[in-house]
């Protein structure tokens, strides 16, 4: 079964708005991860927020996690057309040392110009 | 710095042809090393991961296989492909000493089985 589920799937907006995605999730998680996915390329790491943060950025990123709710968001401020990519979310789970993420959908961001 | 590799780039195969996919990874020792597959449009599926030399998870019951011959080398295989076998696939790894999850992907095989 599917950990992380984005929301929206696809979402398009005017450079310099504000984008904003959403990733819920279903078990207790170790920590949060975004990534970022330019088309037929892979992924990059964004920013980790772990299970005892609420609130994290990373210079034009914000980050939020509510464990209560199981879920998290993804704000890009002041977005440009360069930002246009798919964000995948990705949720640590399970004891060990592993590693291991389960990804969700992603959301694909388009940025026009 | 580390930098992780995969090739070939692009791959067509037909159907019933053998597979093997290669990810190294140079700079970092001991790493978790990891295979996922990517359907159009869609998230990651992890496959395989590995915590050490010849020690493999298979996350999925499927038609291919993973082994680590070396610590920083990868590699995925199929003996038959099959249609649902399409798709891009991604190799990454992560440093477990790190106290941290995140991974470092490498740019992926784009497979296409006719």
């Known amino acids: 079964s599917q950990q992380g589920e984005e929301d929206p799937q696809a979402l398009s907006i005017q450079e310099g708005e504000n984008a904003t995605m959403n990733c819920s999730y279903k078990?207790?998680?170790?920590?949060l991860q975004w990534y970022r996915q330019n088309s037929g390329r892979g992924l990059v790491h964004l920013i980790l927020?772990?299970?005892?943060?609420r609130e994290k950025h990373s210079g034009r990123l914000r980050v939020t996690l509510d464990t209560s709710k199981k879920s998290s968001s993804l704000l890009i401020t002041a977005s440009r057309a360069a930002d246009t990519a798919s964000y995948f979310c990705?949720?640590?789970?399970?004891?060990?040392?592993?590693?291991?993420?389960?990804f969700g959908q992603g959301t694909t961001l388009q940025v026009k110009p | 710095s580390q930098t992780i590799h995969q090739w070939p780039a692009t791959l067509v195969q037909p159907v019933g042809s053998p597979l093997s996919l290669e990810c190294t990874v140079e700079?970092?020792?001991?790493?978790?090393l990891y295979w996922y597959r990517q359907a159009a449009g869609r998230g990651l599926q992890l496959l395989f991961y590995?915590?050490?030399?010849?020690?493999i998870s298979s996350e999925v019951p499927q038609n291919l296989s993973a082994s680590r011959p070396q610590d920083r080398q990868f590699i995925l295989s199929s003996k038959k492909l099959l249609l649902s076998d399409s798709g891009f696939y991604l190799c990454?790894?992560?440093?477990?000493?790190?106290?941290?999850?995140?991974?470092?992907f490498g740019p992926g095989t784009r497979l296409t089985v006719l």
């Open positions: 990454a790894w992560s440093d477990p000493s790190g106290g941290v999850d995140e991974q470092f």
């Open positions: 078990t207790s998680i170790n920590n």
């Open positions: 927020i772990r299970s005892n943060e």
């Open positions: 990705a949720t640590a789970i399970g004891s060990g040392n592993t590693g291991k993420l389960i």
């Open positions: 700079g970092t020792s001991n790493p978790n």
């Open positions: 590995s915590v050490g030399i010849g020690q």
